[in-house]
Each structure stands twice: as structure tokens, then as C-alpha cells.
């Protein structure tokens, strides 16, 4: 506080406030805990039978919930099967629209050429030329390969669970922007939820609603409310004064001030908030594979696990176009400008899009009562490279597997493990003070309290080490993350023409479901903790590539000027001017890059881990609610933990620098 | 200007902090300037009392932070006054329950806004038309009265167009329009013109003259220009750190500014397009010559040459042509270029 004042004039950025923190309180903080063990065991490690045992508690209360909980005679049981049934209206429908057939009436599903050409005319409607072709071929590779029924699987959830998703989160933002109560419960619940997991939402569901389609959807739409409802909050907050004022002074009443003035004023950023739920939901449904929902995510799942890595690449492909076309069609009409047409416009013109698909689903129609293969093409059409990619793999394994398994091997057994034994010795009192007095120096009193019990729950409840190994790999992925992004990240800020395809790449990595990330580590690495590091940095590496560049092209230009007129050269003038403003954003980054990287070890537990992640995957056939729930939650508290340290650091930095 | 009164405010205050009318109610509605520092409460209106008679345009001049911006928010209700009393049309507005607020808003005031509050995803006939939409009126209905306000700012066959697509002039005349749709009585401005360039502010400046000689509105008109309030007002309302500093015509604002403060203001005002020839004549004497006399409703611009080229005083009459007074070369002078 005071010492960040007086050493931050000189420099203002340096990490000197982190390092001009009293040091010795930390010298203190570990030599007192190393010294505590050697009083009583239980410092080194917490003792097996002084865990609170919340995991059976948990476990006991979901198995009364789903067996026993009843108010008067209706069951919970009763109350599930309700929303279950309720559910799978929609989904039935919308899967017999897409592959099933409307079977009581005798008809086909909508062919896949009306699939395929609707998505390219929705696409020029939408995006023009461009966008159309891309969207059209992206889905043309999804029958011609093969993977129509599974895809269409996938996007009934998908399509099922958006609107329902948007809905519940336009509703909980609404409340959250009227009402201080509302927001005082709801905004921290959100934090927890978007910290917290995809898979740590499978085990409760499971409990409660069984194996299938319409649990997973479920599932889903919890996962991908959150960012809806945080979108809502933020467009509806952020209408410029003048629009709601001008709202008001022509009679608004406050319900016709949110629905005609607020909402659609904010419409870009409702939009946004739209596209983040289409693509967490992806994602989820392919996650909520692990809870029996057939689709894209079940055939990859089980092809990664028989090691069909041809197979796995065609799957993981087909997810990925699914993801970028639902990212572009949502993001190109959260940007399109409703187009004036003059009055002499006809009806034909107007709506030439619509008219069109109407024609060709017509015509397909019928085609397709001739001609099967118009519906759904037959297998013996498909086309597949799954044999090839097979064979191309194998023989790239045999091949490098020779040099890269020493290098890997090394690099695990120098130096992975060591660090890992590290972690695991740490005796809890060091970790846990030295969280406290981090947190107490930079956020003050409620910082410290949050983030040291938060820690101490995760211990108390027995999920010591579990949590350690997650530390060590999301910590070890992350430096690395740093080191490979805030260059890439400089380097973008230095020239336009890096910067566009650094951010086109960055932006198209972020639409992958991170599921993903697992075919080319297995196919590279195999498994083991370097596959789980190098899995976690191909997904979270984006945020500190963003942060850094958006951080430093945010440095204004008076600034850099100056610097050149003082006679910096242009190292001086990037270390000493820029790097120091850019240096709070950078940490924001550095603090996404956390999250993923915690949200990306739950799906590594797939390749074989022994942290919290796994602690979850292992709760889901067994049904043990507790375990990987509270596993979960501790994936949850870690992320929360950085979360806190390092945002109130950067508020504080920010402040000194006069930035917001 | 008639002298029935249309608005009439009463020590109205506007304290920000943490429990305002509590605040209020320890000091028995008049704290001091030293109480509201050491409470840490902000006085943005404090104790402003003045009347807006029917057909007036009264301006409300003043640095930002001078309380002009939250007082007519006080007057329409955007923000709650802390305590006073506002008669609007006779009526406290103060007490007007939620729905009399929305009726009184939906009929009998209108308002433009500095960055023009426009609604982004409308289109201008369908901006202009939102008030009238919202009372329920009927879309042939509200769009030929919407068309007639277009037509009115002159912007007749930009209605398909939206906000985005039109200059800022433009913008703000569809906010003009729009405030005009329900034909209000009274007409409030809030710095309408203020994020105009320069060229375009005096057009608009000009347009605002023009519709009023049409419309004769009662208006309530907030600026931080000097030139902008001398040249529409009929009154001068000049506040500062949330006090009515000086409340006067532009003429006697100039003539005799109440304070340092308000004469500072005034130092840079063309005081030849403000002060008219009565204000600084004195009677007539017995022999002052009658050739070329002067009008005394005319500006000292206008009178300047005829008076400064004259080596005697110069006879002023008023408009039936008999003599009301005279001014001389030293009177005229001092006007011009202010007493020193």
C-alpha cells in the first residue's frame, strides 16, 4: 500500500510492489511451517482420519435427494422425471426434424442437401459470399464423411439447449440489473459456476437424472447460462445515459424502457452473449459424452479410446467446423447493421433468402421421397481417410517416437518430477500462509480470509493432493504458456501483419471445444504428465498472447512519442514505457490463462492424471456425487484463489498508473 | 411572453451522499457550504428558487459541475430533488405518483438530450414515432404526425435512414423532432448543441430561432456558452457550484453582472448585439439635434457609427417616431467596450 506508493513513482510497474512486500513475512510464513512439521506430523500432511467427511454427506444427501426427498406425495424422483419429460419434447422433435424422420406421419428428416444449402444461404444472408461458401462446405464435409446422423445428433442438443440457456440467462441478468438483492446472490453464484469445471456439472446431474440424451442437454444448459446472463447485465448497463433518459422523458414505462429501449440498444453485446452460449454448450454436450449423450463427442470419445486416431481427427474435425461455423454465423449477425430498404423494396427482394430455402426444402422434400440418398447419404457414398491418417500416424510414431519419447522422457523424469515431488512435499501450513500473506498485502483483510480458507477447505475435506497435482501441472503449463505467449503477443503489437494472423489464429483456437486438444497430444506424446502440460498449453496459451497485445496497443501514443523525444532507444523505450503500462493487462491474461488451463486439467483426466480432474472423471461411473462435486469445487477455489490474488493486484497497479 | 407562470421552482436542493435527506433534515434544510465538506456530502442544486413564465425561454448557464444538468433533471424528474418544491403547470411534480409522471411526460414535456439519445436500432421515422408508439397510438397515425416533425427539422426523405447513417446536426434534429412529436408545453434542452462543431452549432442555433418563432414553447434551455445563451435567451440563469448566481435578461447581465463571477462570463460577450440603445441612453435634452435619431430596441451595433460619427448626442426615439431619450459618444463607448 504505502511501500507500492513511494518505490511505484520511480517505476511504476517492475513487480517491484510484489517484491518490495516485506519479504521476511514470507521468510517467516515457510520457516515456521517447515518448522511446525517437525512438531506434529499432521503439518506435513493433513491426517486421513481428521478429514471432514463432506464427500459422504454429499453422496448420502443427492442419494436421498433422487430416492427418498419427497414433499407430500410428490417425490423429487417425480419432480425430475418431470423436468425430463418436459425436456425431451423439444429434443425429440428437433432430432426427428434433423435425422430421425417424422415417423407417425411417414416423412423424412429435412435432406442434408436443404441442410447443407439453408446453412449457406443463412450464411450470405447473414455474412455474404464468404461466409456462405465456408459455412456450406463445412457442412457438406460432415455428410460426404460420413458423420451426418452423429452431427445432427449433437447440434438437436445444441439447437435445444441455446434458446432455453439464452432464455433462463436473459432472465437471471434482468433480475440481476433491478434488483441489488438478486445481484448480491446471483453474481457470485455465476463466479463460482464459471470457474467450476464442465464435467464437475456431469456427477450431480447423473445422480438426479440418469444416462442420456436429455440429462446431458440439462447438464448443458446449466453450464452455458452464466455468460448470457453476464452479457445482459453488461449491455443493459452499459446504454448510454442519454438513450435511457430520452427513454424515460417519452413516457417509458420501466417495462417498456427494458423491452423497446435497453434490450434492443444493447442488442451487440446480447448477441455476444449469445455466442458464447451456443459455443459453451457445444463444448458441454461434447463433455456430457462422459454422462451417455450420443453424438460427435460419444464417437470420439470411444474412438480416442480405442486409439483410432483416424477416426478421432475426422470426429474432432467435424467438431471443430461445427464450432467455427456456429462462432461465425453468431458473430457476424451480432455485427450485422439492419439494412434500410427503401419503400419501393418488393416483397420478392426482401425476402429473397427465405423464399429461396423455402423452395429448395420443398423441392428436396420430394426429391428425397424418390431418391434416399437426398435424406441421408448412405454409407457405401461416404468417404473416409480414417485408414490412411491411421497408417500415416503409425508410421510418424514409429519413426519420431525415437527421438521424441527420450526427449519427453527427460524432460519428465529432470524435471517434471522433481517439481512435482516439490508440490507434494510442501507442507500445508507454508502453501497456506504464504496464499494468506499474499493476499493480505494485496487485497487487504477479505482477500486474505477468501482466499487462505478456501485453500484450507480443500485440505480439510481431503483433497490435498489431488489439489497439489493439479497446481503443479496447471502452474508448470502456465510459465510455459508465458513464456511462448507474451513474445507472440509482443511481437503481434510490433506489426499489423502479425497481429492479423496471431489474432485470427487465436480467435479461431478459442472456438474449440477443448476436448479437441487431446487428439494431436495423444497422437504426438502419448500419455503421461507432459501429454496433460502440452494438452493444457495448446489450449490456454491464447489469453496471454491477447492480454499482452491488447495491453500494449492500448499504451497511448503521447506516451511512446515522448519517450522518443527523450532520446529512448527503442529497447528503453519498450521496457521502460510500454511494458510498464501494458503490465496489469498482461497479468489479466496471465489470470485467463489460469482458468483455462484449470478447465482444460478436468478433460486431461481422460489421458490419465492423478489430480482433481481425475477425482471427477473417476466420481461419474460410480455416481459418487460428493467426491466429484467437491472435486470440482476445489478445481473451482484454486482458479478463484489466482483469481483474486491477481486482479487485486492488477486493480491496484492500474490505479497507480491512472488507468480506469 | 405572458405572465402566467409555467414553472416555478422553490429552494430546490440536490444533495448527493450517503443519506441525503437525512443530511437535509439535521441542518434544517439550509447547510452550509463547510457542512456539506466535512459530512462529505455533494451539493450538485442547492437552494435554487425562479419561475418560468409560459411562452419564456429561460437558459440555465454554467461550467460543467455547476448543477445546471441535474436541475432540469430535477425539474422532469429524472433525478428526485432532496427537498424544495416544483409546480409544473400549477402542479407539485414532486408528489406526482409514478403514473402521472408518465402521463405528464407522454404529453406535456419534451426533451433533447446532448449526445442526442437516439435509439440505435430505429430507423428515424420510427424514433420520432417512439413516443407516440409507447401512448398506444396507432402506426398510420403516428407516423403522419412523425412525418410532419421531419418535415418541420428538415430532414424530409431521410426517414428509412438510421441514426448511424446521419451527421451529428442531423442526428440531433431527429431528436428535435422527436421531442416536438407530442407536442409538448414545455420544451426542455440539455446542452442540445454542445457536441456540435462550431459551423453546425450556429445553424442549428438558427433552426432552434426558427422553430420557436413557430411553436412559442415554453423552454427551458441548458448551455455552457456564453454567446450561445446571450443569443437565444430571454433569460439568464447563471450557476455555479450549485447556486443561481444571477438571474436577469442577457442585457443586465451584461450592464450589471451581480459578481466577479457572472462579469467574467459577460467580459467576452458582443456586448453590440446584447445592450440596446435604452438601456444606456439618458433623457433627451432640450436642444438635441432631431436629424438621423435612432431606435431605442435597437442594438448599440446597429447604433454605433450613426452615434460615435456624430460630434453631438444623438436623438432616440422609439418605435411611434417621439423622443425618449438621447446618447452620446462617451455613453456609447463605455457600452461597446465595457466600463474599465
Not at chain 1, 428 to 449: D, E, S
Not at chain 2, 199 to 222: N, P, S
Request: charged share 20%; proline share 5%; aromatic share 8%.
Amino acid at each position: 500500500m504505502d511501500i507500492a506508493h513511494t518505490t511505484d513513482e520511480a517505476r511504476p510497474w517492475s513487480g517491484r510492489a510484489l517484491l518490495a512486500l516485506p519479504l521476511w513475512q514470507f521468510f517467516v510464513v515457510i520457516a515456521g511451517g517447515i518448522l511446525l512439521t517437525t512438531l506434529w506430523e499432521g503439518f506435513a500432511r493433513w491426517p486421513d482420519d481428521l478429514v471432514i467427511p463432506m464427500k459422504e454427506w454429499i453422496t448420502r444427501f443427492f442419494e436421498w435427494l433422487g430416492k427418498e426427498a419427497a414433499i407430500g406425495s410428490y417425490s423429487f424422483k417425480d419432480f425430475t422425471r418431470a423436468i425430463s419429460d418436459l425436456l425431451s419434447y423439444p429434443l425429440e422433435w428437433t432430432e426427428a426434424l434433423l435425422y430421425r424422420g417424422i415417423k407417425p406421419l411417414g416423412l423424412p428428416p429435412i435432406p442434408w442437401v436443404a441442410v447443407v444449402l439453408g446453412t449457406a444461404i443463412l450464411g450470405h444472408w447473414i455474412g455474404g459470399w464468404r461466409l456462405a461458401l465456408f459455412v456450406g462446405a463445412s457442412m457438406l464435409y460432415l455428410s460426404i464423411f460420413g458423420l451426418w446422423k452423429d452431427s445432427m445428433r449433437t447440434l438437436s442438443i445444441v439447437l435445444v439447449a441455446v434458446p432455453i440457456a439464452a432464455a433462463i440467462g436473459l432472465f437471471l441478468g434482468i433480475r440481476v440489473t433491478r434488483s441489488k438483492r438478486a445481484a448480491a446472490i446471483i453474481t457470485p453464484m455465476f463466479d463460482l459456476m464459471q470457474a467450476t469445471p464442465h464435467m464437475a456439472y456431469l456427477v450431480p446431474v447423473v445422480v438426479l437424472f440418469g444416462f442420456g440424451q436429455v440429462p446431458a442437454m440439462l447438464a448443458t444448459v446449466i453450464f452455458a447460462m452464466p455468460p448470457m446472463a453476464r452479457c445482459a447485465i453488461l449491455g443493459i448497463q452499459t446504454v448510454p445515459q442519454d438513450v435511457i433518459e430520452s427513454g424515460r422523458m417519452s413516457g417509458c414505462t420501466p417495462r417498456q424502457l427494458l423491452w423497446k429501449v435497453q434490450l434492443p440498444t444493447s442488442k451487440k453485446t446480447l448477441m455476444l452473449g449469445l455466442n458464447q452460449v451456443v459455443m459453451q454448450t457445444l463444448a458441454m454436450v461434447v463433455i456430457a459424452s462422459l454422462v451417455g449423450a450420443s453424438g460427435l463427442g460419444q464417437k470420439l470419445l470411444f474412438s480416442l479410446q480405442q486409439l483410432r486416431l483416424g477416426a478421432a481427427v475426422e470426429q474432432g474435425l467435424a467438431i471443430v467446423l461445427i464450432a467455427v461455423v456456429l462462432d461465425r454465423l453468431t458473430q457476424a449477425y451480432a455485427y450485422r447493421e439492419t439494412i434500410h430498404y427503401s419503400a419501393t423494396t418488393s416483397f420478392f427482394q426482401r425476402h429473397k433468402h427465405l423464399l429461396l430455402f423455402l423452395f429448395i426444402l420443398i423441392v428436396t422434400f420430394i426429391a428425397a421421397n424418390f431418391h434416399k440418398e437426398l435424406a441421408i447419404l448412405p454409407k457405401k457414398m461416404t468417404f473416409t481417410l480414417g485408414r490412411e491418417i491411421d497408417f500415416a500416424v503409425r508410421e510418424f510414431s514409429k519413426n519420431a517416437y525415437d527421438y521424441i519419447g527420450p526427449v519427453r522422457d527427460f524432460i519428465t523424469v529432470s524435471i517434471l518430477l522433481p517439481i512435482r515431488d516439490f508440490y507434494l512435499w510442501l507442507p500445508w501450513p507454508v502453501l497456506v500462509g504464504c496464499i494468506a500473506v499474499a493476499g493480505y498485502r494485496l487485497g487487504g483483510f477479505p482477500v486474505m480470509t477468501l482466499t487462505a480458507s478456501l485453500m484450507l477447505a480443500i485440505m480439510l475435506f481431503g483433497f490435498w493432493e489431488p489439489a497439489m497435482l493439479t497446481i503443479y501441472l496447471v502452474f508448470s503449463a502456465v510459465v510455459i504458456c508465458i513464456l511462448i505467449g507474451v513474445p507472440i503477443g509482443v511481437l503481434a503489437s510490433r506489426s499489423e501483419r502479425i497481429a492479423k494472423v496471431t489474432m485470427t489464429i487465436c480467435d479461431t483456437l478459442q472456438t474449440f471445444p477443448s476436448f479437441i486438444y487431446l487428439i494431436p497430444v495423444i497422437m504426438l506424446f502419448k500419455v503421461g504428465d507432459l501429454s496433460n502440460i502440452i494438452a493444457i498449453l495448446a489450449y490456454a496459451t491464447v489469453p496471454a498472447v491477447r492480454y499482452t497485445y491488447l495491453g500494449l496497443k492500448r499504451v497511448p501514443e503521447v506516451l511512446k512519442e515522448a519517450a522518443i523525444a527523450n532520446g529512448c532507444t527503442p529497447r528503453q523505450k519498450f521496457w521502460k514505457v510500454e511494458m510498464p503500462f501494458a503490465i496489469p493487462e498482461i497479468m489479466l491474461g496471465v489470470n485467463q490463462t489460469i482458468m483455462m488451463a484449470l478447465a482444460m486439467t478436468a478433460i486431461t483426466a481422460l489421458i490419465g492424471s492423478r489430480d482433481l480432474g481425475q477425482e471427477i472423471y473417476r466420481a461419474l461411473p460410480t455416481a459418487d456425487t460428493g467426491r466429484g462435486l467437491l472435486a470440482g469445487l476445489g478445481i473451482a477455489a484454486i482458479g478463484i484463489i489466482a483469481d483474486r490474488l491477481i486482479s487485486a493486484w492488477a486493480t491496484k497497479k492500474k490505479k497507480n498508473l491512472g488507468i480506469e | 411572453m405572458s405572465d402566467q407562470v409555467q414553472i416555478s421552482c422553490r429552494n430546490v436542493w440536490k444533495v448527493f451522499g450517503p443519506d441525503p435527506a437525512g443530511f437535509m433534515k439535521r441542518h434544517g434544510g439550509q447547510p452550509t457550504t463547510e457542512a456539506l465538506a466535512s459530512e462529505g456530502y455533494i451539493g450538485a442544486v442547492q437552494d435554487v428558487s425562479f419561475d418560468v413564465g409560459a411562452g419564456e425561454i429561460l437558459i440555465v448557464m454554467g461550467l460543467s459541475g455547476s448543477g445546471k444538468s441535474t436541475l432540469i433533471r430535477c425539474i422532469t424528474r429524472l433525478n428526485d430533488p432532496t427537498t424544495g418544491e416544483i409546480d409544473f403547470e400549477g402542479n407539485n411534480i414532486l408528489t406526482a405518483k409514478p403514473k402521472e409522471l408518465i402521463e405528464l411526460r407522454r404529453h406535456k414535456m419534451g426533451m433533447v438530450f446532448q449526445n442526442f439519445g437516439l435509439l440505435p436500432h430505429r430507423s428515424v421515422l420510427s424514433n420520432v414515432a417512439f413516443p407516440l408508439e409507447i401512448q398506444g397510438i396507432d402506426r398510420r397515425e403516428r407516423n403522419k404526425r412523425a412525418k410532419e416533425m421531419i418535415e418541420l427539422v428538415g430532414l424530409g426523405g431521410r426517414e428509412d435512414y438510421f441514426p448511424r447513417e446521419l451527421s451529428g446536426g442531423q442526428q440531433q434534429r431527429v431528436g428535435i423532432a422527436r421531442s416536438l412529436a407530442v407536442e409538448p408545453d414545455v420544451w426542455f434542452l440539455d446542452e442540445p448543441f454542445s457536441a456540435l462543431d462550431p459551423l453546425i452549432r450556429t445553424e442549428m442555433q438558427d433552426e432552434f430561432i426558427r422553430l420557436q418563432q413557430l411553436l412559442k414553447k415554453t423552454i427551458v434551455f441548458i448551455t455552457h456558452d456564453f454567446e450561445e445563451a446571450t443569443r437565444l435567451a430571454d433569460r439568464i440563469g447563471i450557476m455555479k457550484d450549485g447556486r443561481l448566481v444571477q438571474l436577469s435578461t442577457p442585457e443586465q447581465m451584461v450592464l450589471h453582472p451581480a459578481n466577479d463571477y457572472v462579469a467574467e462570463f459577460a467580459r467576452n460577450a458582443p456586448r453590440d448585439r446584447i445592450i440596446s440603445v435604452k438601456a444606456i441612453m439618458e433623457p433627451a435634452a432640450q436642444n438635441t439635434p432631431t436629424d438621423h435619431p435612432v431606435t431605442g430596441t435597437d442594438r448599440i451595433g446597429a447604433a454605433a457609427e450613426r452615434v460615435l460619427t456624430a460630434d453631438h448626442p444623438v436623438l432616440v426615439i422609439d418605435h411611434e417616431g417621439l423622443p425618449v431619450g438621447q446618447v452620446d459618444r462617451h455613453a456609447m463607448t463605455k457600452a461597446l467596450f465595457g466600463a474599465v
